[in-house]
T-cell receptor
Framework: TQLLEQSPQFLSIQEGENLTVYCNSS?????LQWYRQEPGEGPVLLVT?????EVKKLKRLTFQFGDARKDSSLHITAAQPGDTGLYLC???????????FGQGTTLQVKP | DTGVSQDPRHKITKRGQNVTFRCDPI?????LYWYRQTLGQGPEFLTY????????KSRLLSDRFSAERPKGSFSTLEIQRTEQGDSAMYLC??????????????FGDGTRLSIL
């Protein structure tokens, strides 16, 4: 069974601080997707990483896919209150595309 | 807006009743997925379709659950004889078929089911 362990589960920080969220598995995924979810809404895709060692940047967010394609990280620089939300990593099955999600990281950024 | 839409957004029903949810995917997407999400957790895969064919069902999907995608466009998810444990957010997502599983999935805003 493929599992994704996401840490930390909860994070409360002050505006301007940096943070990193980790997503780890013993399984290899063909790709890994990061989503952000607001209460009462569906997950919104932030990025897809496909190649081992790949790094993608989205403004203040930096995403990295591990060399072995088993783990990933999300780093946020100078967090802002608008970054508050649930961050989800999800590994994709290469044949079916179905996603295995981590438990999520609830981020609260205080002004 | 031509994103994934789900209906209804909220459903409250008594235990033992049947409920049906609808999902309209992005029109050119041939894959459609159903997930279930409970509070504070990530979504869990339930089933998926490629065009009208249901290709995989999770063990989470008991025989009280049935999903259809009759014309390869919209999909319905029915739960018969609902139980307290069925209370959750039911999410639908769609994508194109791609190689390596790297086609992004686009999610609807879900149907929140509450069983009284």
């Amino acid at each position: 069974t493929q599992l994704l362990e996401q840490s930390p589960q909860f994070l409360s920080i002050q505006e301007g601080e940096n943070l990193t969220v980790y997503c780890n598995s013993s399984s290899v995924f063909s790709s890994l997707q990061w989503y952000r979810q607001e209460p009462g809404e569906g997950p919104v895709l932030l990025v897809t990483v496909v190649t081992g060692g790949e790094v993608k940047k989205l403004k203040r967010l930096t995403f990295q896919f591990g060399d072995a394609r088993k783990d990933s990280s999300l780093h946020i620089t100078a967090a802002q209150p608008g970054d508050t939300g649930l961050y989800l990593c999800a590994g994709a099955n290469g044949n079916t595309g179905k996603l295995i999600f981590g438990q999520g990281t609830t981020l609260q950024v205080k002004p | 807006d031509t994103g994934v839409s789900q209906d209804p957004r909220h459903k409250i029903t008594k235990r033992g009743q049947n409920v049906t949810f609808r999902c309209d995917p992005i029109s050119e997407h041939n894959r459609l997925y159903w997930y279930r999400q409970t509070l504070g957790q990530g979504p869990e895969f339930l089933t998926y379709f490629q065009n009208e064919a249901q290709l995989e069902k999770s063990r989470l999907l008991s025989d009280r659950f049935s999903a259809e995608r009759p014309k390869g466009s919209f999909s319905t998810l029915e739960i018969q004889r609902t139980e307290q444990g069925d209370s959750a957010m039911y999410l639908c997502a769609s994508s194109l078929v791609g190689t390596g599983g790297n086609q992004p999935q686009h999610f609807g805003d879900g149907t929140r089911l509450s069983i009284l």
